[in-house]
């Protein structure tokens, strides 16, 4: 019998990539997927994995789920709901241990130390309780996702010409297929443990220069304005709540927060990174890919 590695958040962005990756790693037989939502993706079988129900809100449930798994990707939820996410976080850090998992891999996100970003409290949260526990456990740091550059900045629509944000600073974006990459290296390696590993691209930009690349893309002129934190929320009024919760994140961004480009990605892919350009190239082709990413931060 192998050495069996549990995977949730498989069905989403981050959680395929990662799943794509470590089936060219490792045997399939070696790979139990936790699904949330079971119903309509057959072809996880089809890959030769087992497929099992696993809701990170349902602890009993999870039981079974993670009975026999010798190490579990731990997939952040995807919520603005800090009481939410730690609780379930912390629910499958309990049913994991009492389940005999030896190894939990964490999705944080790579914001540096201290940020009073809220985006940052559940991961904070996640990752204290991790580090408490006898579990043997790897924090993984994702940059902030390229994709993301419309929340950045501060929920930018393509059909606009302004970007307005309460405060700039440089972030070391980086590629999802990257992080997904790297992210099943470090699964795939079994090392890394009590290790926090940040992953980010190799060059930081400051959000004025990702308004220039964006000008350049969509071939016209994006005005770049610093605006008070009341004139940033009274231009998001349509989506007060989300954007009041997103105004944490510029202190830490003026702060140098985001900026620290780490070489692990570089290291662990054996390549240079995603070029910001290049992703943002392709996510532009990809009829309005940005603001639909961007719809989707608003709903959750
Ligand atoms: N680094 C960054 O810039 C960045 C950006 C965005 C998000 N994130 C974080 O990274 C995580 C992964 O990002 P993503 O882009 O892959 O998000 P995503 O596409 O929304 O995927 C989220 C995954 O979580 C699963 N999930 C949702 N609710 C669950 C529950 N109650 N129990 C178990 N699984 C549940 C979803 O399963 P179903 O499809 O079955 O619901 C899906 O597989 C996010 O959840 C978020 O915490 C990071």
């Known amino acids: ?106 999705t944080s996100l790579a914001f540096g130390d201290e940020s009073d970003a809220k985006v940052m409290k559940a991961h904070y949260a996640t990752e204290e309780y991790l580090k408490h526990d006898d579990i043997a456990c790897t924090i993984i740091r994702e940059g902030p ?16 010409d302004t970007v307005a944000v309460p405060g700039d600073g440089k972030v070391a974006f980086a590629a999802r297929e990257d992080l997904g990459e790297a992210t099943a290296k470090i699964i795939a390696s079994g090392d890394y443990n009590g290790k926090t ?28 304005q610093k605006v008070s934190d009341e004139e940033f929320l009274k231009r998001n009024e349509d989506k007060r709540d989300v954007a009041e919760w ?8 003026e702060k140098g927060g985001l900026a620290t480009v780490d070489p692990t990605l ?17 996510s532009l082709q990809n009829a309005k890919a940005g603001d639909k990413e961007l719809a989707q931060w608003v709903s959750h």
Do not use: C
């Not at 981050?14 to 399939?28: D, E, M, T, Y």
């Not at 996702?145 to 606009?160: I, K, R």
């Not at 590993?197 to 994006?222: F, M, N, P, R």
């Open 145 to 160: 996702y390229m994709t993301s550059y419309p929340l950045y900045l501060g929920f930018y629509e393509t059909s606009s």
């Open 1 to 106: 019998m192998g050495h069996k590695i549990i995977l949730t958040g498989t069905t989403g962005k981050l959680g395929s990539v990662v799943f794509k990756h470590l089936l060219q790693l490792i045997p399939a037989s070696d790979i139990i997927v936790s699904v949330h939502n079971p119903d309509g993706h057959e072809e996880l079988k089809d890959k030769g994995v087992e497929v099992r129900s696993g809701d990170f809100n349902d602890p009993e449930s999870l039981v079974l789920t993670f009975k026999g798994g010798d190490a579990l990707l731990l997939m952040s939820l995807p919520s603005r709901d800090d009481e939410y996410r730690i609780q379930g976080h912390t629910q499958v850090i309990d049913v994991a241990r009492k389940a005999g998992v030896k190894h939990i891999y964490y």
């Open 266 to 282: 570089e290291q662990l892919l054996g390549k240079k990174p995603r070029q910001l350009e290049e992703v943002l190239r392709d």
């Open 197 to 224: 590993v940040t992953l980010t691209g190799s060059k930081a930009y400051s959000l004025q220069e990702v308004t220039q690349l964006l000008s350049q893309e969509l071939k016209k002129d994006i005005a770049f």
């Open 246 to 253: 997103w105004l944490s994140t510029y202190a830490t961004l």
